[in-house]
């Protein structure tokens, strides 16, 4: 059985601790002094609680911790009465922040490294700093823990033999659509962050390219209002209007099915024509995309056309106010 952490006193004016310490409900533990070198700590990435209790005792052992925004690593730190000095690194002070981290490196200082949320590196500032150390012969030691890549893998009910993390997508729709292609051609489960600003566009853009696959979309994980959503990529386009888009989302899409082959032209066209006898364009594209494995633009351009050489004996209730007038809300990127 692992021995606990011996509490201490604090000292005798009441104030702060005389040696490295950390609170736990109240109760103060001593924290050893850390090693000279640079620490990788991992930090939760919503609940206070998932914090490692190897995470608290390095934090306050080091000479200094630094982080992206020290508005929120201080709530880290203040929730557990850790006292560490923040300095700030991020993208926009890193060449000049660098040096002054490795100097205090050199002179056999302790410095933790941390990111707003989960794991450092993973998509956040860091890499350059790791690689300079390295390469000057510090100690670089990580401290793993948690990881809204790895949390939203676990939760998404989808394969994890083999996953790809892309990260954040291009900004740009253009941009963005390139890349889904490519990604498209991996035979894996997909994990990608987005941003509650760019989300619906987004699954508006994955449905087009990879509508047939199975995904899940994550959303505050770990927090108050965590959510998670599984279903196929297309359905998730569809709901996107209703979807709540604050907060940090991670999606996870599963891998091209095993057996998966592209449907024949021919095969394509005669299911197209049988559903648009019987279904609007809309619904027609949807249950094609679903069983061809074809990309949803695609599909939905040959269902104009085929729609065009046969058009249905009701085609007059398909404008107006009929939700099923082709290029109806819903139909995303078909303008």
């Known amino acids: 059985m692992r021995a606990k952490p011996d509490p201490i006193n604090t000292s005798k004016d009441g104030g702060q601790p005389s040696v490295p310490a950390f609170s736990i409900g109240g109760n103060i533990f001593a924290a050893p002094k850390a090693v000279a070198g640079l620490h990788l700590v991992a930090t939760p990435i919503g609940n206070l609680g998932d914090i490692t209790l190897r995470a608290l005792q390095t934090l306050a052992g080091v000479d200094l911790i630094a982080c992206e925004d020290s508005r929120i690593t201080r709530r880290l730190t203040e929730r557990y009465a850790i006292t560490t000095q923040l300095i700030p690194y991020h993208d926009h002070n890193a060449e000049a922040a660098r040096p002054k981290i490795l100097e205090r490196l050199a002179q ?60 954040f997508l291009p900004p740009k729709q253009a941009a963005r659509r390139t890349r889904l292609s490519e990604l498209n051609a991996v035979d894996a489960t997909l994990v990608l962050f987005e941003s509650g600003n760019r989300v619906q566009d987004t699954l508006a853009d994955l449905a087009d390219i990879m509508g047939a696959r199975q995904a899940a979309i994550c959303r505050e ?115």
Request: with cysteine.
């Open 221 to 335: 994980l770990t927090k108050l209002h965590e959510e998670v959503i599984r279903t196929s990529v297309a359905e998730l386009a569809v709901q996107a209007d209703q979807l709540e888009t604050r907060g940090e989302f991670v999606l996870v899409i599963g891998p091209p099915a095993r057996d998966a082959q592209l449907m024949t032209q021919d095969a394509l066209d005669a299911m197209l024509r049988d559903a648009l006898s019987h279904h609007s364009v809309k619904d027609a594209v949807a249950h094609a995309v679903a069983l061809s494995a074809r990309p949803r633009r695609e599909v939905y351009a040959r269902a104009l056309e085929l729609a065009k050489e046969s058009p249905r004996e009701d085609s007059r209730e398909d404008s107006g106010n009929d939700p099923r007038k082709v290029g109806a809300k819903g139909d995303h990127g078909e303008d």
């Open 108 to 167: 056999g200082g302790s410095v933790a490294l941390v990111s707003d949320a989960g794991t450092p590196l993973i998509s956040d500032p860091g890499f350059k700093l790791v690689r300079e150390a390295c390469a000057a012969g510090f100690a670089v030691q990580a401290l793993p823990g948690p990881s809204s890549v790895l949390t939203a893998l676990a939760v998404a009910a989808l394969p994890t033999d083999r996953f790809f993390f892309e990260g």
